[in-house]
């Protein structure tokens, strides 16, 4: 009881956390997965799965987006991407040609298509609000089965790492045939052993699909350890003053913990559309 009232009061401090508290992921030991009931079809062994590789559309480049309008960049994913959204849009909210906006929701991912489809959802969102640059965190939710063709895939297995990666494949296929930058942000570390070796599974897979599609991939993972590569609740800010970056769950962030993790994805969205130049200095006209 006291283990619980800890992790409601750790949710408290975030705005994710709070989010959460209202549309809860079951979260017990080191689980946080989609509240939905699970699948009913029976489990199938792992059938092999090809991931198919989709059609890699070229994208504008963002410093020429930049040229003709507002950046909107938008945030899909999970509960771990609400506060990625609140941390990037502190970061950004001083340039006046960037917009950042929350697509994402709690409780969703890549698995459960049964609960909610993300790639419908995603088509949807971008169809009326549209986008620039999409950033995306998911995988907190994804340490389950997948249900494909009548075929329930055990989380881990060779046929599961297959439909995940095509569903990973197939959303960014179809952001960035309306022409979207998808930048895909790892999953961090995590305080249960068993939990982090799940999303490490994951960010593996991530990652491999990043690099085949030349997406860019924005690792974590190193970023929320300590020195020595292991979790730790309270790590160092730029001061060299250590500061409380998780959530009493081992799970989410701080406030400082998601500003932690949204810094490095700022700097590499600036850099790619050309706003950590300085503006050209206005030639002077010499008076008549």
């Known amino acids: 009881m006291t283990f619980l009232v800890g992790v409601a009061a750790g949710l408290l401090l975030t705005p994710d ?17 989609a509240s939905a009931p699970p699948e009913t079809t ?9 991931a198919a590789p989709p059609a890699i559309s070229a994208v504008t480049p963002l410093s020429a987006r930049l040229a003709q309008g507002p950046l909107r960049i938008g945030v899909f994913g999970d509960s771990m991407a609400d506060g990625l959204y609140t941390g990037l849009y502190r970061d950004l909210r001083d340039q006046p040609k960037v917009t950042v906006t929350k697509f994402s929701e709690v409780s969703t991912g890549l698995s459960r298509y049964d609960y909610v489809d ?10 009326e609000t549209p986008i620039d640059v999409a950033v995306i965190l998911f995988g907190t939710n994804d340490a389950q089965g ?7 895939h055990d989380f881990g297995t060779d046929g599961w790492k297959a439909a995940y990666a095509t569903r990973i494949d197939n959303l960014v296929a179809m952001l960035r045939s309306r022409d979207v930058a998808v930048y895909w942000v790892g999953l961090p570390r995590m305080k249960s052993t068993r939990f982090d070796g799940r999303m490490a599974l994951i960010n593996d897979v991530v990652e491999a699909r ?9 690792e974590t993972t190193a970023l929320t350890s300590n020195e020595e590569g292991g979790y730790e609740a309270y790590l160092p800010n ?6 409380l970056m998780r959530a009493n769950d081992g799970i ?6 998601y500003l932690r993790m949204s810094g490095p994805v700022a700097e590499r969205l600036k850099r790619d559309a050309g706003l950590d130049r300085p503006a050209p200095t206005p030639v002077q ?3 008549a």
Do not use: C, F
């Open 17 to 33: 956390g709070r989010q959460w508290l209202r549309n809860p992921t079951v979260m017990l030991g080191d689980r946080a997965n």
């Open 42 to 50: 029976p489990a199938s062994p792992p059938a092999a799965v090809v």
């Open 118 to 127: 993300i790639q419908a959802k995603t088509q949807r969102q971008i169809e």
């Open 146 to 152: 997948i249900s494909l063709d009548g075929v329930i």
């Open 210 to 218: 990043m690099r085949a599609l030349g997406v860019p991939y924005l």
């Open 238 to 243: 730029a001061s060299g003053r250590k500061v």
């Open 252 to 257: 989410h962030m701080s406030m400082a913990g």
């Open 285 to 287: 006209t010499p008076a």
